[in-house]
Structure formats: C-alpha cells, structure tokens
C-alpha cells in the first residue's frame, strides 16, 4: 500500500508523434495541448484524443498522414507522458488513426489527433493455430497473443489460468480478437487493450498482496466524494498516472455516496443493488474497470476519472459504461 508521497503541482507533459514510416518524431509538448484518453477492460482498443492549437502549417504538414480521413498501414506512433515533475510516466502509446485541422476562434486554430492502441490488432490479427493434446490453457493463450505481436500487441503480464491439458487437438481460425474473448471466457477474466498490450482483470477480482495499492483521500488529490453507480463506484482525483485498468485503490468507505433507492414498478435490479451497498468493498479496497486521463496544459483540467468493482463487495458491477465512450475505430 502506498499514499503519494510528491507534491502533486508542477505539471508535467510530453507528446511525440512520429511523422511517417522512418524514425523522425515531432515534440509537441510546448504547445498548448488537450487531452482525452480512455481505457475499460471491454475488449476493445484504449483510444487519445488530442487537440493541439496554433500549430504551423509546415508542422502539421510534417506528420505524414491526410487530413480528415482515416491513416491506414503507416504506423505512426503517438506517446504521451504525463504527471508532475516529482512523478510522471507513460499514459498512452498507440497508432495514429486520425489527423484533421480546424479554427476554434479568430484567434486560436488547432490539430486534432485520434490514435489507438491495439487496433489494428482488433481489426486485423487473425489467428491460425493447431494445438496439439495436452495443451494448456497458457499455450491457448499465448498462441493468440503470438497472432497480435505482427501488430505491436504484447502481453507482459499473464492472467491466472484454469487447471487440466486439451484432452484433443485444438484449430483455432478466426479474428484474434474474437479468440482471446473465448479465451477470456473459458478462463474467467475480463481483458481490452491497455499501453503495455493485453490487460486482463479476474472476474473474481481477488487480487495478491504484492500488488502496490494506491492510496486516494482528500491529501493525495481525491476531488469531491466517490458515488455508487449500477456500473460500480465512480471517482475522481488530480491526475495519477500509477492509476490505469486494473489498479488497485483504497477509498474510505465513508466518503462513499450511495445511490437512491427506486420504487417504481420497473426498477432495475443493478440498481436497487447499487443504493442497497451491495457493490461497496468490506475493507475499502477497489478495484478499476474503467478509467480516463483528462488534461488541458494551459487549462485547469487535470484529473484522472475512474470506475471501480469492490475486490471483496458482494456484488460485482455491470460492465462499466459510463465513462466506456470508445469508439469502434
């Protein structure tokens, strides 16, 4: 368990995005930039939305991709650090997918970027595998992830899996993606697309006491008070780049706003359950499903807004879609 221990002030921003298929990038971190970066573990890719103003048309000219349509096959990455000058690390790496121009005022003209990580994975990965008898379900595993590596997708850290070998051969033939979700439901996780490659979550959402905790109260930058939702506890707090899906987080219980309960006729269940507590943790420990990084450098946005399950609550959330606004790229 940790509680930050750095001043959260003195921001810090860094944004390179790599002109074309060579090795040149531009450092866009001095201009004014906004962004929007949201990740849930749904399957799908973690998707950045950055806007970038009163940039020269010999810059943008420079990122090698048509303006207002989509990039295909060029790769260009995009990478954002973020944090504060104490503590700050990689937020977002992906493909760009979309560049496009446009004026906001009479004053102010901007870049808009969309890029992904893991799209093209999720679009184009297939995987073609025979696995022999006595295949475990790590060898089914890593055979689709060995599918999406031609597409920058990894997978660094490895879920838990069930016991027992194939009892026969197995050919799998179809998009990675639809396999790692047949992979995902045979073994009882949740995953999607994260910076370092596939995420995956327990759905059992134990969790292992080596796991760093990150402490959120009002003196590590908890912003207003947590709300119990149908898609489990919401919250926000000053920008935390130790956060993303899958954390861990400790809230106070206390600070916890329940939901009403409804009395109409048609109440949904997850509801009732929701203003009833059923999704609150025993011990204040969570766990996020879903979470985004907004920032605005010369803005006063800067917060990290997450939805979280209870690791221990006794009931466990819908799929989190509050804040789940991916788009399919």
Request: glycine share 8%.
């Amino acid at each position: 368990m940790s509680e930050t221990k750095y001043k959260q002030w003195l921001r810090y921003f860094r944004l390179i995005v790599q002109t074309g298929n060579g090795q040149e990038a531009l450092d866009l971190s001095n201009f004014r930039c906004k962004f929007h970066i949201t990740q849930a573990i749904v399957g799908k890719p973690c998707t950045a939305e950055i806007t970038v103003y009163n940039v020269s048309t010999e810059t943008i000219d420079r990122i090698q991709a048509p303006v207002n349509a989509v990039v295909k096959h060029k790769h260009m990455k995009v990478i954002i650090e973020a944090g504060y000058q104490e503590s700050h690390s990689l937020i977002f790496q992906g493909d760009l997918w979309w560049k496009s121009t446009g004026r906001e005022s009479e004053t102010d003209t901007y870049m808009r970027l969309i890029a992904a990580t893991g799209d093209r994975a999720h679009q184009y990965a297939v995987c073609n595998v025979s696995l022999p008898k006595g295949s475990t379900q790590a060898d089914v595993y890593d055979a689709v992830v060995t599918s999406m590596k031609p597409y920058g997708v990894s997978s660094p850290k490895k879920p838990d899996f069930m016991e027992g070998r194939l009892l026969r051969g197995k050919v799998i033939f179809k998009m990675a993606a639809d396999a790692m979700q047949g992979v995902a439901d045979t073994n009882a996780f949740e995953w999607g697309y994260g910076t370092e490659g596939v995420t995956t979550i327990r759905k059992d959402m134990t969790y292992k006491k080596t796991e760093e905790v990150v402490v959120l109260n009002a003196n590590t930058g908890l912003i207003g008070r947590p709300t119990v939702t149908v898609d489990g506890v919401e919250a926000q707090c000053l920008l935390q780049p130790r956060i993303d899906v899958g954390s861990l987080v400790l809230i106070d219980n206390n600070s916890i706003q329940g939901g009403d309960y409804d009395t109409a006729v048609d109440a949904d269940l997850m509801s009732q359950q929701a203003a009833t507590g059923g999704f609150i943790s025993g011990d204040g420990l969570y766990r996020v499903l879903s979470r985004e990084h907004v920032g605005d450098t010369r803005g006063n946005e800067w917060y990290t807004k997450m939805v979280c399950a209870g690791v221990n609550a006794a009931q466990t959330p819908m799929n989190p879609t509050a804040l789940n606004n991916i788009p399919n790229l």
